[in-house]
């Protein structure tokens, strides 16, 4: 039988040989579109004997899709690998006039892919952010936008930014995808805001500061810090001094839980959304009297108070941009039986559907001093 | 009737155990979920409990018919039953079954093994890698062979079960809501989806003669059935939960894609791991329906299994390289699928009242 192994191991060399150092591997590629036609960049990383690897930018205009590969490669000596990618930016043009739901889809065909890999949205055009030579000590922008985005959302207020999750909200009826919107501070790619999505198609951006609410609305987190200003005369009794008009608070949200119901489908949609967040205080711009049971009752009524009008300022603000990225149409579609939602029906009673907010805030710590 | 076989080249009951859950669980847990979910939505779960329940009750039908007479395998029930050309035609079509069946697994596989890893790799040489290695296998092993490989596979292999739990970090539990929402047609027809899944514990009808304490099989049997519609219902729960309706509707691989967001630190793409440790999890199967197809050639024309292997991998080589795209392959499993689900989902039914009644007439006629 020995025969069969040798068979076996010359049937192995049909598989095509992959060397290390001619392979140009993709860590980050960027689509925009102009006029008709669309352009790609995306960053090659290559490996050499002897020398430390490098970056490198290549261009190619063209028609959507898998034909960037061509003519990608016909600028590079290198054989192009996308199994390394990391992230993708979309033009802020392109993902608003064509939406870029076909160009994810030919990246889920793609079995070298992986689902992680992070979707973005840029506010110059996606060729600017991968061509932009500021990426502090790492070695190409690829890497940079990777663990710029991801140590964003692991402590900021930045959601959902892969491409399984991506897919997963344009696929589900009554939710919308978000996505990390990329914008360009003296040459630097950074993250202020948050891309909305209707369907695949950006409608527009909130501040981070407002997405942290669509994070703990739409799921549940257990870290991440919340810069919260309530007025003075909610805290008044608290307070030593009497000047100013507000009061500065930061909260380290140690758990939220959320919690959407509907309450009755006519004449409109009628949900309940309950948050319990458990938090500790991590700055306060004022001194404040010794904490007892009662002092942070009231202080923790004026943050509840605060944050809920903020919460239907959001929820106002997404309503008007006919995007519903935590996912009302999704609860609605599966609390109610024998419903065949469409994307269609739900916008229209987004319109006009009544949400309650219920914030439920829990002071645990202080920190070390009262 | 065919003879005994000797003591030597029997098996322990507990190795009935592993045989029929490796049987079960082959190349269909891969990518059941979609099939089963468009049938019966968030419902589909349900489904599979319900097929698991069925075949609960063929196995022990099966099991029944099998002590029922002295004649313990199929081939012999059939002879017995329709008489010698009834018989022979009867048996030439189980043969025909196992057939499919093995060169519906090696398809399956070898499509997905190309698609996710060699694009560039020829079919017919994949598959010929495949046939080499059962006869190879099934040459100097036999029967013992099969259930040593499907012991020590089970134990290689379950483990995926606990890296099936990571993608639960982005489940969404409400996709199984509302309960019980599909029409008992919708449910009827997820139940028949999983058949082709769950097919495998017909082999029983074969391996019966070959265990040495007869009156344990019919408990492991069972149990493996037990674990297997465990396995198949979980995964499809966490399908349902992880991709959204639409989602799911268009995803062939589910239980691989899910796999795509599987992170280890010391490997960036976990189903690389997953698919050529499934060339393990589908060698059992590949083994033993190789093995049952000779078992029959040789109730057939009376030729030792050894010169049948030949021929039926030769055979089953050429089945294989009819089929070159993704399209027809899929169209054979199903039909494949649907053959299965008759013969083993409702034959072994009809086979039993037809034994019962074949005794019967005997009986009377003494």
Redesign the interface.
Known sequence: ?KW?IV??LL?SG???PRILERQGIITAVGFDKKGKLYEGASVMLSFQTGRSSMSEVIEATNKPGKGFRQALEARTSHDLAS??LRVVVYGKELAEEEGIFKMTDSLQRD?SI???VYLTVSEPSAKQVIKSKKHEDIPDIGTYLYRLIEENLRSESLLAA?L??F???Y???G?DPVLPYLSMRDDKPIIEKVALFRGDKFVGTVRLDESFYIKILASEYNVGLKNITVSRDDVAPLLIKKEGKKVNIVINEIKTKRKIKLISQKPVPHFRVTVKIKAEILEMSEKMKPITQANIRTLERAIEKQMKKEVEKLLNKLKAYKTDPIGFG??YD?????LQLTDKQWYKLYDDAKIDVDMQVSILRTGTID | MMKTPRERILINAYLVFFLVHDMQIGLGIVGVQRVIFVEAR?DAWIAVLLSGLWIHLAVFVIYKTLTLTEHDNIFSLHTFVYGRVLGWIANGAVVVYFLMAYTSILLGYVEMAI????P???LW?AA??LI?LTV?ALY?GGFRLVAGVSFLTFFMTIWIAIAAFQPLK?A?W??L??IL?ATPKQMANGVLKTAYTMLGFEVLYIIYPFVKEKERVHRYAQLGVLLTTFLVATVTVIAIAF?????LDVTIWASL?MF??V?CPFI??F?YVIIPLWLLVILPNLLMFMWAMTRGGKALFHIKQKYMLFVFAFLSFIVAILFQQRATINEFIDQVGWYGFWLSFVYPFILYVFVRIKKWAKGSAK
């Not at chain 2, 698609?115 to 060699?118: A, F, G, L, P, S």
């Not at chain 2, 991709?243 to 989602?247: D, Y």
Request: aromatic content about 10%.
């Open positions: 039988m069969l068979c076996m049937l049909c598989v095509q199994g390394q079995a992986g689902s992680l892969t399984h999750e897919v997963h909200s696929y589900d009826v939710k999704e609860i599966h609390s109610v039986r024998g | 968030q698609t996710w890893m060699y560039d790799f020829p040489g010929l890698i080499v190879y100097g982005y969404e409400i996709h809501l509302p929402e991709f959204s309706p639409k989602q894609s795509k967001v992170k960036e793409r189903e």
